[in-house]
């Protein structure tokens, strides 16, 4: 604001535009501009006081005219994004609701540049890094559902729901349920077994009473009718340490996914429609790959697997199935392991990345 000062001063003292043109000061048509805001105002009368810098830039500071297109789509619906935003709904729920509700047309880019001017000083968490082998093991967790008003009843009822997710290739099967008893937590496991098409060797889960009578770090206490179950399908129970949830992010990432792209702006009327969504959801949208360069999609990968290798067959017979080698590729990107160095790989140089270093190293999927 100094040149703008210098500038009144001359202009009070009685000099033209010309004379402080010469001056190098500033341009004549600035000087124009500047002296007819100067007079409007009352800045050249002598016997009135020069104004502050603040009041200065308030009527002097360049304004910055954006262009049309760089005007974002999604501005007349700011408040509205902003407040899903602040309230932790994925940038894809909200993308999809505009479309669906709102008659949005733009592309899923436009929401995530949108999105970026939203987020200031965020820092990226450390994950800890969770390698399985196909059919090695499944994590499961309860979430808290929506409140469900029966349409056809009139009752008013909590929710909450159950995930099982494939450690490997992170297929998920979820349902929703009215309660956390021990004969929903053992239907639930049969009907994701059922969903799957067979089980795995070992089962995560968390120090819920319905599974863990007594949670202890090194012997926990196992419900009695949940061994049997785990004896029946012949898969290992293996509760994480108290207090540890890191230990099974993989479904606690898919219980996220859940209450944050599925749970919101959505309407149940009753819990079947609630469940036929949910499921209808992961496979159609779930299990596909976001606009995010995702590798495959682990439900397309389970369709063309080997369901009917010997061992499932021979597992079924027995009375327990087994998923055996149907699970497909991960469907986030994964890391290399070279000489016992990790390091991130994006999805299109994973195969031949892998390929090149097969005699030093092999790939193994990323949690």
Known sequence: MYHYRQLLARMRQGDSDRDIARSKLMGRKKIAQVRQMAQERGWLDPDALVPDDQTLAAVLARKEVLLASCISTLEPWRELVTQWHAAGIQGTTIHATLRRNHGYTGSYSSMQRFLSQLVVNQVPDVPLRLTFKPAEAAQVDFGAGPVITDVYTGEVFKTWFFVMTLAWSRHQYAEFVRDQTVATWLGCHRRAFEWFGGCVSRVIIDNAKCAITKACAYDPQVQRAYAECAEGYAF?????????????????????????GFVPLREFRDLADANRQLQAWVMDEAGKPQPRHHARSAIEAIRRGGEGTADAVA?????AGHLGS???????????RIQLLFGAVP????????????????AVPRA
């Open 326 to 336: 149907c699970e497909g590729p991960p469907r986030r990107a994964c890391a290399v």
């Open 315 to 319: 597992r079924r017979a027995a009375g």
């Open 347 to 362: 999805p299109g140089r994973q195969r031949a990345l892998a390929q090149g270093n097969r005699r030093h190293g092999d």
């Open 236 to 260: 290992k129970i293996d509760a994480c340490p108290p207090e540890d949830p890191a230990k099974k992010g993989i479904v606690e990432s898919g219980v996220k996914f859940i209450k944050r």
